[in-house]
């Protein structure tokens, strides 16, 4: 088993607020990022594919085509968007870091052409990031 | 492939905190040579010091109402208090308990600053990752997880 991991970056903007919360709850729990008129970050994005180097291209996966499945999947979606209102697939929950995570890990995962996806991290600053792999997925890549 | 499809989706956070502290690696169940052998110039005797970082991963449900694991301000907060309060401009070994009878090596400093943190309410504490240098690191996960990770075993 080998991993591979690409990067990529994008920007975008975001508010927490859960309607369903007083504005004082709101500003409690979230804090400046309940700031109304919201704020923004680069984000760095890692994704990390799982699988044995295909004996005649010596690939875990093509990385042509994992850059393409990014850049459709994620560039497309999110960068410079405001990503309460313009990914849909966000709709009715708060972009926290672990929120965007799970989605992109989501819109991901069934479009990896080879191998398979290990792990999501994605960096809203460099002190801050969120992961996601499957349970029984090690870090290190072996199954349990 | 194998299992992935229908497991869990797992989430974890990281956070990277800083602080400052001086140390020396001394042992003292070894003879002056002894330490000065096998610890190089860390034995010097007056100590010297380095910009630690300190990588915290938790785990756990992404709460629907906040879209959190747990809060940033509480994690922030409580690691405030156990590690960077009372290790950041310090002497390791001079003042921090567990250092007077441990040798404080990056290795050990993981296992006290996990020990520290384990009792976080707010999620469960995955790991503790340490840079002593931009190119020294150390991790560790409770003495159940073998490889970083309890999903190892």
Redesign the interface.
């Known amino acids: 088993m080998v991993l591979l991991t690409r990067k990529i970056e994008f920007s975008a903007s975001h508010r ?1 607020n ?1 309607p ?2 007083s504005p004082e709850e709101n500003l409690r ?3 400046k990022c309940n700031n109304p008129h919201g704020h923004g970050h680069n984000y760095t994005l890692e994704v990390t594919v799982a ?1 044995e180097p295909d004996p005649v291209t010596g690939m875990v996966v093509d990385l042509a085509d994992l850059k393409k499945i990014l850049e459709q999947e994620v560039m497309r979606r999110m960068d410079h968007r405001h990503l309460n209102f313009e990914v849909p697939e966000l709709a009715g ?7 965007v ?2 989605v992109i ?2 819109l991901l ?1 069934p479009k990896i052409p080879q ?3 290990h792990r999501v991290r994605l960096y809203e600053s ?15 890549g ?3 | ?5 229908g ?11 800083r602080f400052a502290a001086s140390h020396r690696l001394h042992s003292a169940q070894m003879s002056d040579a002894e330490n000065a052998r096998i610890y190089g110039k860390c034995n010097n005797a007056c100590g010297h010091g380095h910009n630690y970082v300190v990588e915290v ?1 938790i785990s756990g449900e ?1 709460d ?6 747990a ?3 509480d994690l922030d907060e409580f690691v405030a208090r156990e590690v960077i309060e009372p290790f950041d401009h310090r002497s390791l070994n001079e003042e921090v308990e567990a250092f007077r009878s441990e040798v404080p090596t990056t290795e050990n400093l993981c296992i006290e600053i996990y020990r520290r943190l384990k009792s976080f309410p707010k999620a469960k504490l995955e790991r503790v990752r340490v840079e002593e240098t931009s190119n020294n690191s150390f991790e560790y996960a409770g003495d159940e997880a073998v ?3 309890d ?3």
Do not use: H
């Open positions: 927490y859960n369903a919360l729990v979230f804090g699988g929950q708060i972009p926290t870091c672990e929120n995570a799970r890990w989501n995962e191998g398979r996806l460099p002190d801050l990031f969120a992961d996601c792999y499957r349970n029984g997925a090690s870090r290190n072996s199954a349990a | 492939m194998t299992m992935s499809r497991a869990e989706l797992k989430t974890e956070l990281g956070r990277r905190y991963s992404v629907p109402a906040t879209g959190m694991i809060n940033l301000a490889s970083g990770s999903e190892a075993l």
